[in-house]
């Protein structure tokens, strides 16, 4: 089963780790902001959007920058609403 991240990408459901709600990082939280720095350094890092994202999605393969919100990933995880 396939998840729609945004953009125009889908990956597997069972590859999503975490997902982390980027409206309430707070800017003292180096620790996400390093992650995130560390995944571009690593070319694992792909912009979803070019505004202001909402979330990172971990996946086995990747890390994305996501424009929606972390409810909307979940809930599409959570009821099956998947493309694929």
Known sequence: MYVHI????????DTISVLINLETVLPSQK????FINSEDENNRLQ??????PKTVVVASDRTYLSP?????LRK????GIYLG
């Open 76 to 79: 599409r995880i959570e009821k």
């Open 6 to 13: 945004g953009g125009e990408v889908t990956v597997p459901a």
């Open 31 to 34: 620790s996400v902001t390093d």
């Open 47 to 52: 912009y979803l959007t070019d505004e202001i």
């Open 68 to 72: 929606l919100s972390t409810g909307v």
